[in-house]
């Protein structure tokens, strides 16, 4: 088996596999916690996320398939942290992209609303103007 899957395919190929890693909201919501956190438990997961053990290993499993987070057994529990600090960084990035997504789309309603509201009364104006 090879160590790291795809290492033979184009870069771009290889990138789009990590963020399908990520393509779920429970698993950017694992990332995010474990982000906060240097390790947490699988049961201290399940606490906070209220997501049934089946359901959070299948997620933790595609997670640790895309070599997004490891996982370490201490006795009878099972810890998670990430296995690289950059990919609280790229949550971190993907966070402020998104704010100025919504910043620029609040912008263009604006907009949009301003020149709406343009239109309606010019078409008023005209229509209440004295006809020679």
Not at 10 to 36: Q, T
Not at 95 to 119: F, H, N, Y
């Amino acid at each position: 088996m090879e160590a790291f899957p795809g290492a033979h395919r184009p870069l771009y190929e290889v990138k789009a596999n990590l963020f399908k890693g990520m393509a779920h909201p429970v698993r950017v919501r694992v990332l995010e916690i474990l982000s906060a956190s240097r390790d947490v438990s699988v049961t201290d997961l399940m606490a906070d996320m209220g997501v049934e053990a089946s359901r959070l290993s299948q997620h933790l499993s595609v997670l640790r398939t895309h070599h997004l987070v490891v996982s370490e057994r201490r006795g009878s529990q099972v810890f998670y942290s990430l296995a690289y600090p950059r990919v609280a960084d790229l949550l971190a990035t993907a966070k402020m992209l998104l704010g100025e997504v919504l910043e620029s789309t609040q912008q263009q309603l604006r907009t949009s609303e301003w020149v709406a509201q343009e239109s309606v009364e010019a078409r008023e104006s005209q229509q209440s103007a004295p006809t020679p």
